[in-house]
């Protein structure tokens, strides 16, 4: 069965520190896994996904198949990236999305 | 271009009473998905339409709730009657025929039962 684990409901971090969010999925075949933000009083958006293997916002996200991981990341975190994070998988081409709980991330000045 | 919209953004009703929500997608988008978020927990899919035919409703708890695309544009959630666990926000997405297609999602219906 699928399933996104999301380890961290909340994560709290200052302006300029590292910052990773933690993602680990199950998933028999080759999944496809997003990350999707949710900005406060904002809808839910599309972040980045693992195919496309590009830098958004300053964030990547590799997916670690041996480790079933895609872990968000972003070197020199912004007061502006304070939002709810989800981690996505796809295991079909009928584009039903699997999601984790969420992690929501906050970062002080 | 317009986002999906979604109609009430706010409801409260009693249990076993019924409520409908109202959805928009964006224009030329022929898959549309309505999901459940109950507080505290991610989006979870109640059921899927590729134009007006459905393409997945396994979680979609059949005796409570359905749901219909007419014409292959707009679509409508009801659940009936509803219960205490329903309390959710419910989230329209849309996305373009294709399955690798991003979703783009509405604002929600966050629906309080008492």
């Known amino acids: 069965a699928q399933r996104v684990t999301q380890p961290e409901k909340l994560l709290s971090v200052f302006k300029g520190a590292p910052v990773e969010l933690k993602c680990n999925y199950s998933y028999s075949g080759s999944p496809e896994l997003f990350w999707y933000v949710q900005y406060s009083r904002q809808r839910l958006q599309l972040l980045l996904r693992?195919?496309s293997r590009e830098s958004i916002k300053g964030f990547t996200a590799d997916l670690n198949k041996g480790e079933t991981s895609f872990h968000l990341k972003k070197p020199f975190a912004q007061e502006e990236d304070s939002a709810m994070y989800y981690c996505a998988l796809r295991g079909s081409t009928l584009g039903r999305l699997y999601f984790g709980r969420g992690t929501q991330l906050t970062v002080w000045p | 271009e317009a986002g999906v919209a979604q109609s009430p953004r706010y409801k409260i009703i009693e249990k076993r009473q019924s409520v409908a929500f109202w959805c928009n997608p964006i224009?030329?988008?022929?898959?549309l998905y309505w999901y459940q978020q109950i507080l505290g927990q991610g989006p979870k899919l109640l059921i899927q339409?590729?134009?007006?035919?459905?393409?997945?409703d396994s979680q979609l708890p059949k005796d409570r709730f359905s749901a219909e695309r007419l014409k292959g544009v707009d679509s409508t959630l009801k659940i009936q009657p509803a219960k205490l666990e329903d309390s959710a926000v419910y989230l329209c997405a849309s996305s373009l025929e294709q399955p690798y297609n991003e979703q783009f999602f509405g604002p929600g219906t966050r629906l309080t039962v008492l």
């Open positions: 339409f590729q134009n007006n035919g459905v393409v997945d």
């Open positions: 693992h195919i």
């Open positions: 224009s030329g988008h022929a898959t």
